[in-house]
């Protein structure tokens, strides 16, 4: 079972197929695992790189509030793309792991060949915007202390059946990593220089505007909208998120 050592840290990954790399980012207090469905279809020309953010599934859980960041996040993926071998690749995500792939864009632009934002928002520009947010990550961290992982019970399909060790992780996780600092991000927008592509489920109402936002922002970026999907696209419509994926990854210039 492949993981990197950050700091004390370990944080998993698994590797599936050959070929152009692509890493792919779970959302917030999900795992790896909901990617499983779309293995087959992606690792057949890519090497499909999967991991567990920091808090989340088979990763490491630390203690300390400070081992939970944006950056630190970023990190762990540049460590498990060099620890595979890989110089350049696709990196992609959804929700939480959209936005760390455009911060991950941000920080190693040389590294990212192109990116795939799936039911993901920017960030924001406006401070009481960004406030509200935070104040919404906090109180999903305050009820993840108080009730536990009995929280995801409620929660979609993809988080519903996640398989994580505690609830404290996720807590940490939701303050230091699902909170944001500033608008670095979303004014990045116009500056991105890959190819692009925006995902979004139909019946993802939250995300629909942040994904109109970013194909108006992002230079050359397609966007196409998944009917009867919901916020984990790619579970709801397996067969259509593959059939909007496939086709972007192949005509990628080299």
Do not use: C
Not at 43 to 59: E, Y
Not at 198 to 225: E, W
Not at 227 to 248: K, L, R, S, T
């Amino acid at each position: 079972m492949p993981w990197v050592d950050r700091d004390g840290v370990g944080i998993y990954y698994e590797v599936h197929g050959d070929g152009p790399p692509l890493l792919l980012t779970h959302g917030y207090s999900s795992t790896s695992a909901m990617w499983h469905g779309q293995v087959e279809a992606l690792a057949k020309d890519h090497q499909l790189i999967l991991w567990d953010m920091r808090g989340h599934g088979q990763s490491d859980y630390p203690d300390d509030p400070k081992a939970y960041s944006e950056a630190l996040a970023v990190g762990d993926m540049a460590a498990i793309l060099d620890a595979v071998g890989v110089e350049r690749a696709v990196i992609g995500g959804l929700s939480l792991g959209g936005y760390m792939s455009l911060a991950f864009y941000r920080a190693q632009p040389q590294a990212t060949r192109a990116l795939l934002i799936i039911d993901t928002g920017p960030g924001f520009k406006k401070d009481d915007a960004r406030e509200a947010w935070n104040a919404r990550a906090l109180a999903t961290a305050d009820k993840f202390d108080r009730e536990g992982l009995d929280v995801l019970k409620a929660a979609t399909r993809e988080r519903a059946t996640a398989s994580h060790r505690n609830a404290s992780g996720l807590a940490l996780a939701a303050r230091g990593m699902l909170t944001q600092r500033d608008a670095r991000v979303i004014e990045l927008l116009p500056y991105i220089k890959v190819p692009s592509l925006i995902v979004v489920g139909a019946d993802d109402t939250p995300f629909l505007a942040a994904s109109d936002y970013m194909a108006t922002k992002i230079p050359g970026a397609q966007k196409i909208v998944i009917p009867a999907a919901g916020h984990a696209v790619n579970i709801d419509q397996p067969q259509a998120f593959v059939d909007a994926v496939v086709p972007f990854l192949k005509n990628l210039p080299g």
